[in-house]
Nanobody, 120 residues
Framework: QVQLVESGGGLVQAGGSLRLSCVAS????????MGWYRQAPGKQRELVAT???????NYADSVKGRFTISGDNAKNTVYLQMNSLKPEDTAVYYC??????????????WGQGTQVTVSS
């Protein structure tokens, strides 16, 4: 079992910055990727950013140029630096990880979510 704990959410004014962190713990054989999704009230959960074990990154078009995802393999941690925040970035942000077990199975784990609120 793998546990993900997010931190760093909060309330910020438009144009401000926040940094989210997500620490993975438990029986981790190998990471395939880690990243962030978000879900705003009344909307579907959407991909924000991902980073693979090879450090390849992918971003939603809506956050390109404003958000940066990074990882620290030694600490099993992924970060999301969010700059130039907009009210439409308001959502619950969920960390996830795709892991590969020692038997070659892929399992996805999710964090509990952290609220990000951007005021206008």
């Amino acid at each position: 079992q793998v546990q993900l704990v997010e931190s760093g959410g909060g309330l910020v004014q438009a144009g401000g910055s926040l940094r989210l962190s997500c620490v993975a713990s438990g029986r981790i054989f190998r990471f395939n990727s880690m990243g962030w999704y978000r879900q705003a009230p009344g909307k579907q959960r959407e991909l924000v950013a991902t980073i693979t074990s090879a450090s390849s990154t992918n971003y939603a078009d809506s956050v390109k140029g404003r958000f940066t995802i990074s990882g620290d393999n030694a600490k099993n941690t992924v970060y999301l630096q969010m700059n130039s925040l907009k009210p439409e970035d308001t959502a619950v942000y969920y960390c996830y990880t795709d892991t590969i077990t020692d038997r070659g199975y892929s399992i996805t784990y999710w964090g509990q979510g952290t609220q990000v609120t951007v005021s206008s």
